[in-house]
């Protein structure tokens, strides 16, 4: 029997990075002594505080709802928490029209993008990019174009613009960034904004890690425009603050007229949101802010002893580190995806290389690696830094 032609575009996609990581671990064992230090995926691996735990065990035992489709964009009472919540923190007007909940932020990705561009249309991405995002636009037949960062992996808004070309339909940016750990500048998303309102496009900013930005204050002005929602598209993700990756709840924020848009593509591909991840994420939204703040601080702490291990590591260059992310150039004459796969022989690392995050025409991702520390605490850090000295060349 012959196969079934597969897709083009689906199948010219690179395979997921994470799960290409977890089987370099096959066929490997870890002695007592030097168990694996697994810093590949930005997840958190701990489970919910027990009070959002028995929140959702009460849901599931005696709310019937709990168990039923609901609404396509997501519960009203979710909806209007983050419009509330969000117009505070950022210092403008977001109403719960202008909400829409997701199975998770790289499905609210998808569903905007869905909205902007199809087949033949362009948009650009900074690199290093999320790789999530790639492997979207090229599953779709849009033109991934890369924009490359400079110091810090901050980009350069004049040089995005001489990239813009009529095909280009929107400018992503990620901040805090996976997986470069860089925090934008306010200043800098505002022209960033400026330019895609001059143009015409849309700017999408992906805060997955908003909560661990190490400033504090809003991050930027954006959402204070009388009409921000014209152009700019917000996502977001629980999944972090409050431990939910696998309920899959993440957060759209645009105009009603791109929610009903939306609206098509959420309701032919998942109906509506998981609704125990809804009655979770709410909940944590409205009791666990301190609990929150206590998570923010463990992780700054985490990141200052990784910029300070890294600091001191022959050879190591910190290209920048941040929410859950160092972003390195490393010293070994291995090209990154042959050294990241011996990591995980010679030191018990599993990390994952450069490449998985820039186009294959760029040299740099042959020395660059991305360590994801969110579930390595300071000890395990001062560990990761231990095992790493011992293969300096």
Known sequence: MTL?????????????PVMEARRWLEGVSFPPERPLINVSQAAPVDPPPEALRRAIAEAALNDPAAHLYGPVLGNPELRAELATQWSAAYGGAIAPA????????????????????????????????YFNHKMWLDMQGVRTVP??????LLPDPEAAAALITPATRAIVLVSPNNPGGAEYPAELL???????????????????????DARTGAPHDLFTDPGWDANFIHLYSFSKAY????????AIVASPARLAEVEKFLDTVAICPN????????WGMRN???????ERAEILARRAAMAKGLADLPGWQTLGCGAYFAYVAHP??????????????????????????IPASDPAGQRQLRIAFANVDVAGIAELMRRLAALAP
């Open 4 to 16: 079934s032609p597969l897709n083009p575009a689906l199948a010219a996609t690179f395979a997921p």
């Open 98 to 129: 202008q909400v829409a909940i997701t199975q998770g932020c790289n499905q609210a990705f998808c569903a905007v993008m869905a909205t902007l561009a199809g087949a033949g249309d362009e948009v650009i991405l900074p690199t290093p990019w």
């Open 147 to 152: 924009l490359a960062t400079g110091a810090g």
């Open 190 to 212: 505002r022209a960033f904004h400026d330019l895609a309102q001059a143009r015409g496009l849309a700017l999408i900013v992906d805060e997955t890690y908003r909560d661990f």
């Open 243 to 250: 431990r939910l990756t696998g309920h899959r709840v993440g």
């Open 275 to 282: 609704q125990l991840g809804q009655i979770a994420a709410l």
């Open 288 to 294: 666990l802010s301190q609990w929150v703040a206590g």
């Open 332 to 357: 070994d004459p291995r090209p990154s995806p042959e050294f990241a796969r011996a990591l995980v022989r010679e030191a018990g690392v599993l990390l994952l290389p450069g490449t998985m995050f």
